[in-house]
């Protein structure tokens, strides 16, 4: 999959609902949900930047490492919304 697709692609393809509205409060700080899910692309760099990662010239890719330190923060956040909920 190429970046160009992943940008069509929504991202409740591999996140829930909840799991993307806590991502994106935590990501998009001061923005206001949007009515459809955003893009795989989105899921992807957001669940990067939650683990620390930023974009810069010398950053270059997205390493998994980065992307599992983010994946088990976002599981967390939503595990304790679960919580809070019941």
């Known amino acids: 999959m190429n970046q160009d697709s992943a940008k069509k692609i929504s991202c409740t393809v ?18 206001e949900l949007p009515k459809k899910a955003p893009s795989l692309y989105w899921l992807y760099y957001a669940i990067a930047a939650l ?5 810069s010239k010398r950053n270059g890719r997205v390493r998994i490492k980065a992307l599992w330190q983010g994946w088990l923060k976002l599981a967390d956040m939503v595990e ?5 909920y019941r």
């Open 14 to 31: 591999y996140a829930t609902d909840l799991t993307w509205k806590l991502l994106w409060r935590k990501i998009e700080k001061g923005k």
């Open 51 to 55: 683990a620390g990662w930023y974009d």
């Open 80 to 84: 304790s919304a679960g919580l809070a």
